[in-house]
């Protein structure tokens, strides 16, 4: 059966992210972006060493310079770095970790901006995956607010998306909508953030608990295609 991976994103302290990761989350990320959810590298640090074997730690930036990111990731222990700003597509080549590139959607031509952006990258190799994220002026990410699922789906349908990296969808997700998301959207892995907290910022084990079981325990087995 296709596996749908959990990446929780926005832990602050290795004991959280720990208890998460032994639930089951695949990858934890680590934000170092403005935001309630900020680490420094000193914290993230922690996190990362806190966490089991074959879990990710993730850096979240908004347009960092390449030395910047390449500073960050080897004090943090970074296993990958997620671009949810304006980065050009340059800058995969310019960084020491494999780039997930974040594109707010915020209509049906999402794929053209996608495609345009890795047209510019001279190794695909190098980008681990593609994000969707709801796209929202003024903000990159973590607003809890999720955008048509149906967009990437109907894309899907009609072999548009042959040829991209893996893709996460993000956005809005919770344990009650998760299901739905990705029987729509069939994304290699989900990402949550506000979805699993008891306030802003503070991440609620047991909520991030049932989000991870639902996805592994509950998703059915999807049809072909579904690892684009």
Known sequence: MKRVRVKVCGLRDG??????????????????????????????????????????????FVDSAPAVLNRVAEKAALHYLQLHGQEPPEIVAQVDRPVI??????????????????????????VAAILLDAFKPGS??????????????????????????????????EERNVLTAIQVVQPWAVDVSSGVESSRGIKDVDKASRFITTVVDDVPELSGGFWT
């Open 15 to 60: 004991e959280t992210a720990a208890k998460i990761a032994r639930r089951g989350a695949d990858a934890i990320g680590l934000v170092f972006a403005d935001s309630p959810r900020w680490v420094s590298p000193e914290q993230a640090r922690e996190v990362a060493d806190a966490l089991p074997p074959f879990v990710a730690a993730v850096g979240v």
């Open 101 to 126: 590139k974040a594109f707010g959607v915020r209509d049906g031509r999402w794929l053209e901006e996608v495609r345009r952006w890795l047209d510019g990258v001279a190794d695909h190799r190098r």
């Open 140 to 173: 990159h990410g973590g607003t809890g607010e999720r955008f048509n699922w149906k967009w990437v789906g109907d894309a899907r349908a009609v072999g548009a998306l042959e040829g991209l990296p893996p893709i996460i969808l993000s956005g809005g997700l």
